[in-house]
C-alpha cells in the first residue's frame, strides 16, 4: 500500500516555472516507475514524465527540453519541475506510482491544478 500526496500547484503567467512535488508513504521499497500524469477539461489524462528506480527517464513530447521530473534516492519524494510554461500546460496534475517491473499496481495522488496565462 502506498499513500501519495502532491503539492506546488498554482497559477503562474505563461514563460514562468512551477515546481510539483510528490510525498510517498508505505511500500516505498516495491516502488518501480515514478512519474506525473495531467488531464486537461475534456481531454484524457496523458503522461507526462516518468522517472524509474535506476533512473531513466520519459517525458511527452511537448514538454521535452522545458519539464525535468527528478526523485529522491529514498523514491519517498518526486518533482516536476516546469519552466517555460504554456496555457496548453493547464491543467490538474497527478502523481503516479507503479510497483514493480510491469507496473500492474500503481497508485495516483489527489492531483493539484496548475493554470498558466497569458
Known amino acids: 500500500q502506498v499513500q501519495l500526496v502532491e503539492s506546488g500547484g498554482g497559477l503562474v503567467q505563461a514563460g514562468g516555472s512551477l515546481s510539483l512535488s510528490c510525498a510517498a508513504s508505505g511500500s516505498i521499497s516495491s516502488i518501480n516507475t515514478m512519474g506525473w500524469y495531467r488531464q486537461a477539461p475534456g481531454q484524457q489524462r496523458k503522461l507526462v514524465a516518468t522517472?524509474?528506480?535506476?533512473?531513466?527517464?520519459n517525458y511527452l513530447d511537448s514538454v521535452k527540453g522545458r519539464f525535468t521530473i527528478s526523485r529522491t534516492n529514498a523514491k519517498n519524494t518526486w518533482y516536476l519541475q516546469m519552466n517555460s510554461l504554456k496555457p496548453e500546460d493547464t491543467a490538474v496534475y497527478y502523481c503516479?506510482?507503479?510497483?514493480?517491473?510491469?507496473?500492474?499496481?500503481?497508485?495516483w495522488g489527489q492531483g493539484t491544478q496548475v493554470t498558466v496565462s497569458s
Open positions: 522517472i524509474t528506480s535506476n533512473g531513466v527517464t
Open positions: 503516479n506510482a507503479q510497483m514493480g517491473i510491469w507496473g500492474t499496481k500503481e497508485y
